[in-house]
């Protein structure tokens, strides 16, 4: 496990609070390879999102720490572009304008004004949004706004791509198609990618691996399942695949039998 | 022979769609003009009622038409006023150029008029002497305010002196403000009046914390989300302030400059009156010295006039938050 290309290892959290601090993570550790497609899963409330800040550099590990091509991760930077759950796009500007501010920020010194223009463009094709480049994120769905929001990602031409719930807003058939855009992309460009996600599906048809975590406090990896299905994969096709229904099951069996919803099992108790 | 349904049915509908057309059109003419207008007649007609009632030393209390009447007073003084002035340069230039026709070389003294300000000139010395003001608060409270909304730290340290400050009433400042500007105010050719300074400063002094205030909030309750954007994105200070701090704020920043600019034009009339300045509020003084019969109605016009002035300034500022704003589709009152 030495030549992975990103590398979470023993990597703690405590958050100040009150009283004794809230450990939030303990002990996570994951070696990633370049071009894989990880997913975290687990229920709430259970560090997925900490971890991906971590990774991102905007929360710092109490403990441990994140490399990735051999240097630690110590701020946050565009090689670890975020999509965000609810896009975050800049509201006042044109969905072109907010792709443009992250190229201008990652390639100020290397492109030019011409070659920046075609390289936006070209990133809004990938996610077939050129269609509206001069129209603001207000005027759009929110599954387009969430293809811009991955545009403007994949325009920094990240090492790894983190994405928090990036479609957990949207509606189950603007997810379906976001889903089948993104494998696509991936695909073609072979992104090393952490996806965050609720969706047991989602995370069976889209995954390499699926890294599934304890519940909190002091959550830490629980299991991971490696999801050997041959790409690309078709949703339709898959949908009575005896393998994709066993990994399914083997995702809820985790999640439901050994790490029960802390809200649930309250229920039982009382 | 049968009517054809479809017929029938267009003629009708068309009907249907007038009348709904007609009320709508009779309900948005009384939502915006008659309703309006009724409040101002009832108000009118009580303030007649009332100013029947009520005696003073100078007279009955002018109801609206004492004030319709003084406001045409105003109006036509202002005229002769200007014709005086016009009257005088017509004079002085045939005078002038009588004795350069005998004279060449002669000098010829241009001097300016210096007859009475007239209400319309005091408006417009007011009109002035806010705008200067206001522009010099906006200048200090918008910086001010984004550097306490972006960090926490100064905000901690300038919080007890702008909560100290927020409260103090354009009286109290304008001794002291009088004071500094005669002491640091000293040229042989001064281009403002120092009346004017004073006034001015004055109305910056207090018409800075709403401004300061809500920029701070604006600024310190910027999306997460979008703050995170701009960490990943690693913007230079500039750069974020510029793309994301002042977009997010600009509905705050303006809500604080109305409040700031609506301040600002209250607190002049006061200013003026007590610093002389030649604006509306020495106007009240004066007419209160002079203490006429007119007077109380030529206060009455005064009144009225700052009323819809401030009523205008607020306007604009709205007319302007709309055009700067990003979110056309904001509702904004």
């Known amino acids: 496990m030495k030549n992975n290309y990103l590398e979470i290892s023993q990597v703690g959290i405590e958050f100040p609070t009150d009283g004794e601090p809230f450990r939030a993570l303990q002990n996570v550790d994951l070696g990633i390879a370049k071009g894989e497609f990880i997913s975290l899963i687990g229920h709430s409330g259970c560090g997925k999102s900490t971890v991906l800040n971590i990774v991102a550099g905007l929360y710092e590990a109490t403990q441990g720490g994140v490399i990735l091509e051999g240097r630690e991760v110590d701020e946050p930077g565009p090689d670890r572009a975020v999509v965000f759950q609810n896009h975050a796009l800049l509201p006042w500007l044109t969905v072109y304008q907010n792709v443009e501010l992250a190229v201008k920020c990652v390639f100020r010194k290397s492109k030019t004004k011409a070659e920046m223009r075609d390289w936006i ?67 073609q460009l072979g992104n090393t990618v952490i996806m965050i996600t609720h969706d047991v599906d989602e995370a069976v048809l889209l995954s390499d691996r699926i890294v599934m975590m304890t519940n909190g406090p002091a959550a830490s990896i629980g299991e991971v399942l490696q999801v050997d299905l041959p790409r690309p994969r078709d949703r339709v096709v898959l949908a009575d695949d005896p393998a994709f229904n066993h990994y399914r099951q083997q995702v809820l069996r985790f999640l439901y039998e050994k790490q029960k919803n802390p809200a649930a099992k309250k229920v039982e108790a009382a | ?180 500007v005669s002491a640091l105010y000293v040229t042989d050719d001064p281009l403002f009046e120092k009346s004017f300074l004073t006034s001015a400063f004055t109305v910056a002094l207090c018409c800075l914390w709403p401004t300061v205030v809500n920029t701070i909030v604006g600024v310190a309750s910027i999306d997460r989300d979008l703050i995170n954007v701009s960490r990943v994105l690693q913007l230079s200070a500039t750069v974020h302030i510029r793309k994301i701090v002042i977009p997010s704020a600009i509905p705050m920043i303006f809500t604080g400059l109305r409040l700031s600019l609506a301040t600002g034009w209250m607190v002049l009339i006061a200013a003026e009156m007590l610093a002389q300045n030649p604006g509306l509020g020495k106007f009240i003084w004066d007419e209160f010295q002079n203490g006429s019969s007119n007077s109380l109605g030529r206060i009455m016009v005064a009144v009225l006039v700052i009323g819809v002035i401030g009523f205008i300034l607020d306007s604009l500022m709205l007319a302007v938050q709309k055009r700067v704003s990003w979110d056309k589709q904001a509702i904004l009152r």
């Not at chain 1, 403007?152 to 198609?177: I, N, S, Y």
């Not at chain 2, 009832?42 to 007279?59: C, E, K, M, P, R």
């Open chain 1, 121 to 187: 463009e070209h990133n809004l094709s990938l996610v077939h949004m050129n269609h509206a480049m001069h129209k603001l994120p207000g005027e759009l769905s929110g599954g387009m706004k969430q293809r811009v929001g991955i545009a403007r990602c994949l325009a920094m031409q990240p090492k790894v791509l983190l994405m928090d719930e990036p479609f957990g807003a949207l509606d189950a058939l603007t997810r379906a198609h976001l889903q089948d855009s993104l494998m696509d992309i991936q695909q």
């Open chain 2, 1 to 180: 022979m049968r009517v054809t349904p479809t017929k029938l049915n267009i003629a009708q509908l068309a009907d249907i769609l007038t009348t709904v057309n007609l009320r709508l059109w009779c309900g948005t003419l009384i939502k915006t003009l008659a309703l309006p207008a009724f409040g101002i007649v009832v108000f009118l007609l009580l303030w007649q009622l009332v100013a029947n009632n009520i005696i003073t030393s100078l007279g009955q209390f002018p109801g609206p038409n004492q004030v319709w009447e003084q406001s045409n007073n105003l109006l036509s003084e202002h005229q002769r006023e200007r014709n005086k002035e016009t009257a005088f340069y017509e004079r002085q230039e045939k005078r002038n150029a009588k004795k350069l026709a005998k004279n060449p070389d002669a000098k010829v003294k241009i001097r300016a008029y210096t007859g009475k300000a007239t209400f319309a000139d005091q408006i417009g010395t007011s009109l002035l002497t806010v705008a200067f003001g206001f522009m010099i608060a906006t200048l200090v409270a918008v910086p001010l305010g984004i550097i306490c909304g972006l960090s926490e730290s100064i905000y901690r340290c300038v919080n007890p002196i702008i909560q100290t400050f927020k409260p103090v009433s354009p009286l109290a400042w304008l001794p002291l403000v009088t004071m500094v």
